[in-house]
């Protein structure tokens, strides 16, 4: 399997990890492209649950700037490049609402920028107590991406939503368990044992009525809402990112000269 994303299926579970620590998962094509064929493989198995966790210390910090500064030069390159991930962000985030078995995340570390959308999509959320959420996009010039607009108003309210972004707010693991980001936070260690309660909890319901359920709540009317969204979060994030003022902001977020 590929090197960015490992799939594996065991107990009737599916389990996707991110496998860029060294980058702390940061979003790139590639990793984004591996995510939705390891999305593919879990529907292929008829799957009880889905469980998305990460390698290393982060559970991801969004989109990679480094990627983005690669094309900086060339406006056409840089806008070819941001609707490739954005685009293969969005896709990833409504194949994830659209699976048809519960979603869990085990979040054990940071997750910033557009990666939210991956938490946003999943049912349970398991957070770790040093984990937490961020946006940063009033930071470096971005357009909000992965659902900060698109989802997050809905989950905690059009004013909270805001305050976050318009204050670059760090959630804690506590402060997103007691907004309903969050279903538990746990020690790091106790991630995966949290994670293996709520699947022998699910293993235990009847799998058909589960599937209903999700299916009830993420129907085509309410995806293709989301999906709306998602892509005006998209045509903001293109128009930012080629912007004199994103440029620089780019620039000094990963000092370079």
Not at 172 to 188: F, M, P, Q, Y
Request: proline letters at 5%.
């Amino acid at each position: 399997m590929s090197s960015l994303v490992k799939f594996s299926h065991d107990r009737n579970i599916a389990s996707i990890r991110l496998n860029r620590p060294e980058r702390h998962n940061a979003l790139v094509p590639g990793l984004l492209d591996d995510l939705r064929s390891c999305l593919e493989l879990a529907r292929g198995v008829s799957p009880d649950a889905l469980v998305l966790s990460a390698e290393g210390r982060s559970f991801s910090t969004g989109g990679d700037i480094g990627g983005f500064m690669a094309h900086a030069e060339n406006p056409d390159e840089l806008l070819a490049y941001s609707d490739r991930i954005v685009g293969a962000l969005n896709d990833a985030i409504i194949d994830l609402l659209d699976f048809p078995a519960p979603v869990l995340a085990a979040v054990n570390g940071p997750v910033t920028g557009g990666s939210l959308g991956l938490v946003l999509a999943a049912d349970l959320v398991a957070m770790s107590e040093s984990a937490f959420l961020q946006p940063y996009y009033g930071v470096v010039g971005f357009g909000p991406d992965g659902g900060w607009t698109a989802l997050l108003p809905e989950r905690i309210g059009t004013a909270k939503a805001l305050e976050l972004q318009y204050l670059n707010t760090r959630l804690t693991a506590d402060d997103a368990l007691r907004l309903g980001l969050a279903n538990a936070v746990v020690s790091e260690s106790g991630l995966e044992r949290q994670i293996d309660a709520w699947s022998a909890s699910i293993a235990g319901m009847n799998a058909n009525t589960l599937k209903a359920t999700r299916a009830n709540v993420w129907d085509k009317t309410r995806i293709a809402a989301v999906r709306k969204r998602l892509d005006q979060e998209k045509r903001w994030f293109l128009e930012r990112v080629i912007a004199p003022d994103t440029l620089e902001g780019m620039k000094r977020f990963t000092g370079t000269p």
